[in-house]
């Protein structure tokens, strides 16, 4: 692949470097069903897998090269056939590690450069997972909460598999995906009024009411409003009550008043012409 990239054998090289891969993460899978069962309370522990000694397969961090190897895969044969299934197996190998970010990225791959695959419709309903676990909370960015909101969008209208099948799940996320972002601006509004600045934590409130109507943030945002009406009200009485401090007029001199200061030449006058010969 790196000597002969348009060689006759290059399908075949990327068809053997799928197999090996695939070949390596089968330990991976096996983890993956002893975790399973672990959460549905058949074992009591799962003992991780640091060292193989097997020849066919590497020393230290198996699932690390076989993503190695996928990653490879894809990169020389983005549009061939292993290509999404390439993107899928790194992404599964990523979320089971809690690498939500990272999984996010492969899963994103797919719906954007592979929306007719079979793995597409599985690799949307796990990204919109992925961008709310990766987000971080209310306090971080929120462009991943709303693509993941676009995501429920394109899955609604575009893969039929998902809105029948995948309708309660679809929804539970539209809901978790409001709640998030109410989350935000509410706590944009309480840094408003924490800081001393009522008219604005106001009107962040009334976007929170407005937007986000039946959530719970939309509720305290109601009650926000009605407590900082009061402090607003009289904010505003107290700044009409204020005097306003006299200016002080400042008159520029004519042209035929004298200097102010004895032996000073008077910078009002006009300038006097010059006689010939100055310069």
């Not at 676009?150 to 709640?179: C, H, M, W």
């Amino acid at each position: 692949m790196n000597e002969f990239k348009s060689g006759a054998y290059r399908e075949q090289c990327i068809e053997r470097m799928f197999e090996i891969a695939n070949f390596w993460l089968q330990d991976t899978r096996t983890q993956m069903l002893a975790e399973e069962e672990k959460n549905a309370g058949k074992r009591w522990v799962v003992w991780p897998e640091f060292l193989h000694f097997d020849r066919e397969k590497p020393l230290l961090d198996e699932a690390g090269r076989a993503v190695e190897k996928l990653e490879q895969v894809r990169y020389n044969d983005m549009t061939g056939p292993y290509a999404d299934k390439a993107l899928f197996l790194a992404g599964g190998v990523k979320f089971f590690n809690a690498d939500y970010k990272e999984a996010d990225f492969y899963y994103h791959q797919i719906v954007e450069m592979h929306p007719n695959s079979p793995f597409a419709a599985q690799a949307i309903k796990l990204d919109i997972i992925c961008k709310q676990l990766a987000n971080g909370g209310a306090c971080y960015d929120g462009r991943n909460v709303a693509e993941a909101r676009r995501l429920v969008d394109t899955a609604l209208r575009g893969y039929p598999e998902l809105a029948n099948k995948e309708a309660d799940f679809l929804n539970r996320q539209l809901l978790s995906i409001t709640n998030q972002q109410a989350q935000k601006d509410f706590e944009t509004a309480e840094f408003y009024r924490r800081t001393g600045h009522p008219c604005s934590a106001y009107f962040c409130y009334e976007v929170v009411r407005r937007r986000y109507p039946g959530t719970s943030y939309a509720e305290q945002a109601g009650k926000r409003m009605v407590e900082l009406k009061s402090a607003i009200e009289k904010e505003e009485k107290k700044k009409k009550d204020t005097p306003k401090p006299s200016g002080i007029e400042m008159t520029r001199p004519g042209p035929e008043t004298p200097s102010m200061t004895p032996g000073m030449p008077n910078l009002s006058a006009p300038p006097k012409a010059l006689p010939a010969g100055s310069f």
